[in-house]
């Protein structure tokens, strides 16, 4: 490479030309060379990797059948598990330790209050793994703020946990540039040293490649929109109401149930459901955001459904319907639901396990439900799929092979099926300590509420699943709200896929959702918006649009 | 020094006649007491060489050395940095930041003409200096009065109680703050529950946009005002107690007191402090406004800190959010030194002199 001049197009960006890219990775063109040389590059690219060139990287997919699931997966949904299995019953899926015994620092985001770094949880799993972990817990809320600085600094982790929602802006530069390649390892049969991580579904690894390598370890997920509309059931029940079936008959109920005076409010920020009832294009990653329509690339800030979604939550705002901390972003929305203060809430679907068990502790007749997502028309919704995995962990290029081959030891222990004693631990920690069997049924006491809570759970696991045998009615109800969502959840252009932006371009979209945010306040118009989108075109979004129609042309979809 | 006898005959003019006396000779018996001191200490200096001086003041010099060091490390090699500002930096360039630096191409004044073509950039400057003039009206002189206050406070004991209690909301963290704020003045607190237990909706004064550059001068007055007494106690504790006997004795009422002898001794002081709060105009808070950023919009809340952070640490753009920072600091450069020369320029000491 020769280093070119810095005189080019003005708010210039570097990027690399696929032609002196390594790896056989498709990358569109018009891209202006702007790099300069030295360091190690290799592999810090733009695009995606699809098709023949993913299938050369993939690893081998081998079922694992431990335990059968209660409910089967069906229409992108977990499989669902609600039956306890007795201590004695677990099998085991990792017959010796693969771990050296070596030393690694990871570092995760974590929400809620990290725990003590010599717990006996994290002490239990690293004896069991055979690898000394150390925590490096940061605030899960704002850890896209870290992580950057992190990235940029010369000293990084052994091993970084990376949700999918922080690959903003030259996150995804920053990866390709400083994590390891794992396909030495992991790629086709080589990955059956680690059989839990074979049974990893292979979308999930596809989402895997990073700048044309295998680096990361995927945590798989459902596809199936993530965030659900809750809903008191038990309020509901007690006052009467009937659960809206359109967006008008939803305003209209928040009216009624709206009383400042005893402090209760009809819902919390429901932004994110308004997306989904107006079918706009998945918001979780800018990639998700096109879609191939009629031969045209759309970007869902572009559409109809979006400014209609958003006019339709402004109303609620305008309303007063919406708890009014919500509308100045203090506290947090799922403790004024669980307080009371709001009835209707939208958040993952997990909550509906963690706010029940938290909530039942105090309250035994505590109950929330989930709406059914419905149209804009009050018909059957069009939901638009997530990605089947969105949690990596990554390892840095500096480690060791040991180092490396100690990290897969862990994410493969993590990896555990139901029903296995690896699982167990993973999920429910020390028996004794950080749960006790009651009826059978495996009860976290508070140690394990505030200890056994994420950090192993990101760093690898089995097909997505939903298993909580100690509330077997929840399992049941959030793997049926998956399913039945799940009969509505199309794809979209590039699900599946894992994309670099180039980076003249990645934080073009940045602002939309704080003006999402200032439109359904009431700081800001409609047509802010549209004049905000008439910019983006201006400003790049049209050649972002060529830039992906020209990648979907060139390396086809997922699915 | 010259200056400063100006403005200090000017007031003794004002008093009547035998009080000016009194005071204006022990004002003067200590000005001159100065300029001789200056020579007997620092005079014979010239002729000693750098050697000695240096083993002379070496205890001295040792004393100073952590705090240099520190100065050193934190404060001028990270002055360094500043290069990417005129870079297209790329942090991923090297495993080193350094030397990323060293290979992160130069493209001259880009960076600054993107900030300066950004309107958000001029909208946050906009709110910065709005934010800064209100803060300056309306916290700055509540110090002052507060440590008038708590001065004419005579019993011990109900002074300490007075000033611990102002003192306490500075070491609340912000986050405290807002809270605070939120659960008393928010659509959901105190107050907004109260008026609508008696019929009236609708009270939210944390998600208002309009008054929100008065609700953050408000919350900065609870938190910090307390504090910002203490220079100001410190300069009244100096004031002799002769001034305000021979004043009293001359008749001088309360308010007199206060504005005759008083009111001179902290005026350098409060020039000083001004003259500091002008160089810093372009810092008005960070995360204040960073918590309730999202309360009220960027329209109401973006300033040059937040601008800054979202830029360089959000969207990891380092050379436009250095040159964004850069322009701060130029800017701010020549604020302090505008200010120090009228500072001069009334008479006061400000904060450096020639």
Partial sequence: MTPNSAASAAPSRRSFLASTAVAAAVVAGGVPLLSACGGSQEGRKDGTTSGKDAAKILPTFVASNVVAPDIPAKNGSAAGFSTAIATADLKTSVPEKLGSGGKLKIMAPFWGTPPKGDNPYYKAMNEAIGVEVTWQNQDGNTYDEKLGAVLASSEIPDAVVVPGWNLMGKIPSAINAKFADLGPYLSGDKVKDYPNLAAVPTDAWQRAIFGGQLRAIPMPGSYVPNIVPFYRKDIFEAKGYELPGTPEEFLSWAKEATSAKAKVWACDDMKWTAFNIFSVLNGGEKALWWNLVDGKMINRIETEEYLEALEWTRKLYAADVVHPDAKAVQGDA???????????????????????????????????????????????????????????????????????????????????????????????????????????????????????????????????????????????????????????????????????????????????????????????????????????????????????????DDTGSAS | MSHSTVPRSRAEADKPGENAEGAGGDAGARKKSRPERRKAGFAPTGKVSLRQRFRRDRTLILMTLPAFLLILLFNYIPILGNVVAFQDYDPYLSDNGFVAMLE?????????????????????????????????????????????????????????????????????????????????????????????????????????????????TVETIWKDAGWGIIVFLAALSSVSNDLYEAAAMDGAGRWRRMWHVTLPALRPVIALLLVLRVGDALTVGFEQLLLQRDAVGLDAAEVLDTYVWWNGIRNQDFSYAAAAGLIKGVVGLGLVLTANKVAHLMGEQGVYKK
């Avoid at chain 1, 700081?523 to 400003?539: E, G, L, P």
């Avoid at chain 2, 300066?116 to 200096?129: E, G, I, K, M, R």
């Avoid at chain 2, 004991?157 to 809270?179: C, D, E, G, K, N």
């Avoid at chain 2, 659509?187 to 008065?214: C, K, N, S, V």
Wanted: net charge negative; with cysteine.
């Fill in chain 2, 104 to 216: 992160s191409p130069w493209i001259g004044l880009e960076q600054f003409e993107r900030v300066l073509a950004d309107s958000a950039f001029w909208h946050a400057v906009q709110n910065t200096f709005v934010l800064f003039f209100l803060q300056l009206v309306l916290y700055f002189p509540v110090p002052i009065l507060l440590a008038l206050l708590i001065n004419s406070v005579l019993r011990p004991r109900v002074r300490a109680i007075a000033q611990a209690i102002m003192y306490l909301p500075h070491f609340f963290s912000w986050v405290l703050v807002v809270t605070v704020f939120q659960q008393i003045f928010g659509g959901a607190g105190i107050i907004a529950q109260t008026l609508a237990d008696h019929g009236h909706q609708g009270f939210d004064l944390m998600t208002d946009p309009e008054l929100f550059r008065y609700l953050v």
């Fill in chain 1, 334 to 552: 799922a403790n004024r639901f669980g307080s009371g203060q709001s009835l209707v809430f939208n958040g993952d679907i997990g909550y509906w396990y963690g706010k029940t068990s938290e909530q039942r502790t105090q309250k035994s007749d505590f109950e929330m439900g989930a709406f059914d997502i419905f149209g804009a028309d009050g018909g059957d919704p069009t939901l638009w799929a997530t990605q089947p995995s969105n949690i990596f962990t990554f390892v840095s290029k500096k480690a060791t092979k040991q180092q490396i081959k100690d990290f897969l030891a862990i994410a493969n222990y993590c990896a555990a099926p139901y029903g296995t004693k690896e699982r167990m631990l993973t999920q429910y920690g020390v028996e004794g300590t950080d749960f006790e069997r009651k009826d059978g049924l495996p009860i976290k006491t508070t140690q394990g509420v505030n200890e056994v809570n994420g950090a192993f759970d990101y760093t690898g696991d089995p097909a997505a699943f939903v298993a909580y045998p100690d509330l077997p009615e929840i399992t049941k109800l959030m793997v049926e709200w998956q399913q039945r969502m799940g009969a509505f959840t199309k794809k979209s252009s590039f699900y599946g896929l894992t994309i670099t932006e180039p980076t003249r371009w990645t934080n073009l979209a940045n602002d939309f959702e704080q003006l999402e945010d200032d439109v359904v306040r009431g700081r800001k118009k409609i047509s802010d918006v549209q004049q905000a989108v008439s910019d983006w075109k201006s400003q790049g979004g049209d050649d972002l649009r060529d830039w992906y129609k020209k990648l979907l």
